[in-house]
């Protein structure tokens, strides 16, 4: 069984000690601060700026669902008081059976206009939640603040300054809880990776997590570059990776590809003979009966 992908071609890889893998850790730290510095810094500078397109979008929402505010609240106010909002009579209760019942107006022929019929049920507020749903985004590319400005930083400057969280005001579901989710997805994942480096710990001889290497490919540039296999077990004639992965839309050629050509050139190098394998670890299986996937 040989293992068939796409290669490139690497110039140099080095596995990196425990030592270079901190370092490297620490570097990526300290770039991440340094962006919540800069992004601190350019919300101090804009201030005014972000109040005025914090009041912009929020308008622009409501702008944007008038029609639809304007008729919900004449639908419930209807269904509270059972009275038609064009001629002012009394709704009657019909239900014809078969249909769902309903309150009209019995004056709906006289040709004055659109009488009032409103549902049994109480009237939903559906509005467009497109803008609110990524407000911080959206605030952060249409001022020119895109990769300055970072959407956790601007929601707790925003919230700092007693502002209305406008994710939570029009949809119903706080951002906080959306950007959140993304740490969330990050700690799951590396549970998940450590639950696998478990089982495969009772197949192969050796399982190796997380393992570091710095390398230099046709697509580098002359540079050297870092990449972190999540798994990789060997036995006596064979070389496996593993790559853990939340659900297949996840899985991507160009990472199997890269890690496999890093693994056959360090093998080649180190004189090993061993045979490679790639197989992906998928937590969530593509499910055909879910809701979400279509
Ligand atoms: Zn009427």
Sequence with gaps: MSLHF???????????????????????????????QKSIEAIDKNKELLVDAYWKLYYDIQDDNKDQIRNYGKQHRAWEDKICQLCGSKLKYIDYGGYSPFWGCL?????????????????????????????????????GFKGTIRATELYNFYMDSGFEDIRLFYAGNSSEKYLNIYRDVKKNSNSYERKCYDDLKQKHDTVLFQLGIRYESEHTGGK??????????SDKDRVYIYECKTNDHDTNDTQRNLYCSVMYYLLHVHQDERDLSFEYLIQKPYDPNSPFIK
């Design 6 to 36: 796409d290669p490139v071609a690497i110039f140099d890889a080095h596995i990196l000690s425990e030592q270079e893998k901190k370092d490297y850790f620490q570097s990526l730290r300290d770039r991440n601060k340094y962006k919540i």
């Design 224 to 233: 050297s570059r870092y990449c972190f296999l999540d798994l990789l077990a």
């Design 107 to 143: 004056n709906y022929k006289d040709g004055s206009g659109k009488h009032t019929t409103v549902s049994d049920r109480e009237p939903t507020l559906y509005l467009d939640i497109k803008k609110a749903v990524s407000w911080l985004t959206n605030i952060t590319i249409d001022n």
